[in-house]
């Protein structure tokens, strides 16, 4: 789920969803709308509610059911937690903790590449994520600059919507691999096993993107980009302009063998080393004009939940946000 500045309602939205107020609209894809909305507590959720042609589907059902199971067993730092949902109802809808930040590739598009320490801080704390999904027996499997949310308090990793369990099967739909071609790995984008190595692949070409701000399997539409990934043995990525450590990091997460790629711990350490600098510490870590659209999203939000909810609280990066148990079963198991 993206964050962005709010917008208003359209008049065919709905005001209301089990028991969540909808607030303004934050984001919109080809899955469906993504609404502001809030706890009881006050604490300031993103919920995305299913377009209705996939909840016609049961095959969708079972599969959003299944995957949100598989993001609930996910805890840990830098991690945007799923803290609702409903797979029964008559749309679907999925709610996580609400990050005002700005997704990595609207912060590319918009202002260029990030300086490398940027990128290292970047690349350790999303690292660390990665590394809590790997020990959860869970593959991300969907790593990319869309999922990952710059913030004031640091990268945020988001969106289990394809997440599978370590060993299941190939994940497919209508004949054709699930995923994001543009930052699959050669395993992936040849239809073999994936491993938790497939989204250190992931993170590596995020991060080269980051720094350099081109993709380091060159232009093209997806697949055309996949199929040279798929080919990386033969022909390996251009990692032109990129400097050192950040280079030397970027290189082991890209080899071709997934047995040569660090782990998410080994990766973290690393760059946590090479940044020569604490990476927990966001003091200043973005670039101003970086730092200023997220002001501006934080600016919007307290505007707009000034009068509405007063209490609301800033949480530390590691606090997990959910429902009471008794408010979970009443919305979700439909307990009495």
């Avoid at 063998?257 to 990476?279: I, W, Y």
Wanted: glycine share 8%; with cysteine.
């Amino acid at each position: 789920m993206r964050s962005a500045v709010p917008k208003p309602l359209r008049a065919e939205d709905p005001r209301e969803i089990a028991g969540y107020p909808l607030r303004a609209r934050i984001g919109e894809g080809g899955m469906g709308t993504v609404y502001l909305s809030q706890t009881r507590g006050g604490q300031p959720v993103a919920l995305k509610l299913v377009r209705r042609e996939y909840a016609d589907s049961p095959a969708f059902r079972e599969r959003f059911a299944r995957e949100v199971a598989a993001a609930r067993r996910v805890s840990g730092y830098h991690l945007v937690p799923v803290v609702d949902h409903d797979a029964t109802g008559e749309r679907p809808w999925l709610a996580t903790r609400h990050i005002p930040g700005v997704p990595l590739d609207e912060t590319l598009e918009a202002h260029g590449p990030l300086p490398v320490p940027a990128v290292l801080q970047l690349l350790a704390c999303t690292a660390y994520a990665l590394g809590s999904v790997h020990t959860a027996g869970v593959i991300h499997r969907d790593v990319k600059p869309g999922n990952l949310l710059l913030a004031a308090d640091g990268p945020w990793l988001l969106d289990f919507g394809i997440a599978r369990a370590a060993g299941a099967a190939t994940l497919t739909t209508a004949g054709r691999l699930v995923g994001t071609p543009r930052y699959m790995s050669p395993e992936h984008a040849l239809g073999r096993p994936v491993t938790t190595a497939a989204d250190i692949f992931a993170l590596g070409l995020l991060a080269a993107e980051a720094a350099t701000g081109q993709h380091p399997y060159g232009r093209g539409n997806g697949l055309a980009i996949a199929a040279r990934i798929a080919g990386t043995d033969q022909q390996p990525p251009a990692l032109d302009g990129m400097q050192r450590p950040l280079l030397d990091v970027v290189r082991r997460c890209l080899a071709a063998d997934p047995a040569a790629r660090p782990s998410a711990a080994e990766l973290a350490e690393h760059c946590a080393g090479a940044a020569r600098r604490d990476v927990r510490d966001f003091t200043g870590w973005l670039p101003g004009p970086v730092a200023a659209d997220v002001n501006a999203i934080e600016a919007s939000l307290r505007t707009l939940f000034l009068a509405e909810a007063p209490t609301v609280r800033a949480l530390p990066p590691t606090a997990p946000l959910t429902v009471r148990d008794e408010e979970w079963r009443r919305r979700v198991r439909r307990e009495p």
